[in-house]
């Protein structure tokens, strides 16, 4: 199973970042392989509707899970339309994130906020 | 250019500054006027004016809709989008109309004809009269994005070249929604308050009207004794200062009543008169300068 999570830097250490549409990066970790992939957001510059971009290339990258501290409306529309689950992270690195998400720590991500559109982007 | 079909934006880099209380009394103040309230977002005008016979209309917009069965997913409407609005997911193309910018791209370069334009309500105009004002009044539905095809219609219904004086009463700010009302002004008065926050919003406006090159000055509102930044401001960068409203308790209670002023009392009807006929010279004397 592949999942995807936002992240700040492409290095291991990284941090989550606060942003799933704007994200500079998103680190693809696959449970079976234990192959870790950092993906370009190429989302991140959009004028608008990036989180229906990064959602769209989550989708194509065949992740089943996202990790993610915040999720605008529409990103989670796409991601619920692929039958895609997303989870809320914690206060704490990627791979922390990622090890909780395995330990069956982390819960559903429930709160699905209104989105930041039109700041500026229009 | 006659004095009588000249078209004047009224605006400001905030609300609550007085765009409204400038641009309905100098309507009432003209002889024969049309107002416009292009801030579609939350339309005051209406309210001081109180128009009669009032027509309505609805204003909608192209947006896409796709036909399925024909839809080949080739993503190449979901590539163009530079907004996004296109996704597709689960060999299924999702559309999402609030982030459509309805240019219409899509649609021009889906090969198989899959998608097609749909009618989507977005708001509607309004137009009605009182005394010597024809008054129209545009009015975004909740949850929609962008004014700009409304105010589009008012201007267009309002077209430059008409025989009356018009007021363009612009929404706050000075994004896409703004740049629309001002592009065919001739005159832009930019009301500004005595604050430093004020300052800041002035600057906005002014770099605006800058960047469309469009002739204008600044009414300064709200002004008390002592220092006034907004009118230091106007000195530094060497812009018309047109008029001073005072901080008057009068004026304010009248305007929060919804009352015009002009037509309440006399000193209000010789400061607006004034503003307007200096405003008026001003657009003849830019007129001289660029087309001698």
Redesign the interface.
Known sequence: MKIAIPVDDPNLETSVCQSFGRTPYFLIYDTETKERKFIDNS?AA?????G??A??SI?DNKSEVVLTPLCGE?AA??LN???IKIYKTRDASAMDNINAFIEGQLSLLEEIHPGF??NGS? | MEANNMRIAVLSGKGGTGKTLVSVNLAAAAKESIYIDCDVEEPNGHLFFKPENVKEEEITIKIPSVDEQLCMGCRICAYFCRFNALAYVNDKLKIFDDVCHCCGGCVLLCPVEALSDKDKVIGKVQKGTKDNVTVNTGILNFGVESGVPIIKKLLNENKPGGKKLTFIDCPPGSACIVMESIKEADYCILVAEPTLFGVHNLNMVYELVKLFDRPHGVVLNKCLDGENPAEKFCLEKNIKILDRIPFDHELGTLNSNARIAVKENEKYQTLFASLLQKVTKEVQQHETVTNP
Request: proline share 0%; hydrophobic share 40%; no cysteine.
């Open positions: 989302a959009s004028q608008g509707g990036a229906i971009k959602a769209q989708v529409n529309e796409v339309a692929a039958g559109h039109g229009k």
